[in-house]
């Protein structure tokens, strides 16, 4: 197999385009990544998307957008495990430039969701749930969520006051990113003080949706030094694995099994162990995502994830610095996308180009998207080697 390298990104700024159709959002990120690359054309795309055919009333994604931005004749295919729809198109992409059968790919993730009315949206993303034993018995995601949060508080004796720092955080880095849907600071008083969504779970402890799309060109690593002066950033761990999709069906609900078996794996293939990570691009869909996923991926012990918010180590300058460009909670949870916008961050630490919530000294970073409420999960890491 061979190395891989990110040649190029490219990302739109998340929010309500109401002016701009899904082909149009693909096609921004898609056509900003293969500028930044230097090319003019790749020999395959690959799509994350999860709702296109219900909120957009469009399939074939793969078509569909490699037809807009010019690559009519090359293969195109969509991938959905739905909210690490974005992750499972950067794999695949990653695989095909590895296999050698393909030399130069494209990852998009895309999502357009405010076109359609919230309760739809809302129907939409409780699909990621067990339609027989979650859905059907009138449970919403975030409803499902927020069991899994009291669950945990109880378990391990936590108060919702001892979850803030995770949003804290990500709002403080959210403020640097021109591409986040949020961009202002927030305080642990309007935390506690925001509105109930499904109890514990409050508006601030819930990522918002939006439009996006997020793009990235791999290409072999031994060719990145004859196209690009940008600094080499290869792809060193790339793992996925899956749970039940019901929560009631694992062994331990409080246990994301499929990080902790993606994160092994990644790291095993990157010859590396959490301390070695600069820092993480978790998928804090909901606060209890975020400690679930810092422990399951061995950055703290079982029970003890909101310790690192509460002791400032999840800052750009902590000892595991997460969302460092504003996370799903700031930046936005447009979710087919939002696997392919952490990556894209990844490689924006990795050049040392994140102003204002710049991880010093970074030269190893990762990320890691969970479709459902843990059901399929995709962990990379990637590294910056010059």
């Known amino acids: 197999m061979r190395e891989v390298a990110v040649l190029g990104i490219g990302q739109v700024k998340i929010g309500e385009h ?10 921004d990120a898609v056509l900003s990544a293969v500028k930044d690359a230097g090319l003019d054309q790749v020999d395959a795309l690959f799509v994350g998307n999860m709702m296109s055919a219900s909120a957009n009333h469009q399939q074939q994604l793969g078509a569909y957008i490699a037809d807009w931005v010019g690559l009519r004749y090359a293969e195109a295919f969509k991938l959905e495990s739905a909210c690490s729809s974005g992750a499972s198109a950067f794999r695949s992409a990653l695989l095909a430039v590895s296999s050698g059968v393909i030399d130069t790919a494209v990852a998009v993730g895309v999502e357009k969701m405010t076109d359609s009315p919230g309760a739809e949206i809302t129907a939409e993303l409780a699909t990621a749930a067990d339609s027989d034993w979650e859905v059907a018995q009138g449970i919403s995601f975030v409803a499902l969520n927020a069991l899994i949060m009291r669950r945990y508080m109880m378990e391990y004796g936590w108060e919702k006051k001892h979850f803030a720092p995770f949003s804290i955080n990500a709002h403080a880095n959210g403020v ?48 990145l030094h004859k196209i690009t002066g940008n600094p080499m950033i ?11 999709i019901a929560v009631h069906d694992r062994k331990d609900p409080l246990w994301l099994k499929a990080a ?9 293939q990157a010859g590396l162990s959490p301390k070695d990570i600069d820092f993480f691009e978790l998928h804090d869909a909901f606060s209890i995502m975020a400690a679930l996923s810092l422990e399951a ?21 902590g000892k595991i610095p ?14 087919g996308a ?4 952490q990556l894209v961050e990844v490689v924006t630490q990795l050049r040392h180009a994140a102003k204002g919530s710049q991880v010093e000294n970074a030269t190893i ?22």
């Open 297 to 317: 991926s061995g950055f703290a012990e079982r029970g003890k994830g909101p310790q690192l918010g509460l002791d400032g180590q999840i800052h750009p300058a």
């Open 260 to 268: 902790a078996i993606s994160s092994q794996k990644a790291y095993q």
């Open 176 to 223: 640097h990113n021109p591409n986040a849907r949020f961009r202002k600071p927030i305080t642990e008083k309007q935390y506690l003080e925001a509105g109930m969504v499904s109890d514990p779970i409050n508006l601030m402890d819930a990522s918002p949706i939006g439009d996006g799309a997020a793009a990235i060109v791999l290409v072999p690593a031994d060719r």
């Open 338 to 341: 939002t696997g392919m916008y």
């Open 365 to 386: 970073g990762m990320a890691q998207n969970i479709g459902g409420s843990g059901s399929n999960i995709i962990t990379h890491i990637l590294e910056r080697v010059n």
């Open 322 to 335: 997460i969302a460092t460009l504003g996370g799903l909670k700031a930046r936005g949870h447009p979710v």
């Open 18 to 27: 109401w002016d701009k159709s899904l082909r149009e959002l693909a096609g």
């Open 234 to 244: 290869k792809v060193i761990g790339s793992a996925a694995a899956t749970d039940s």
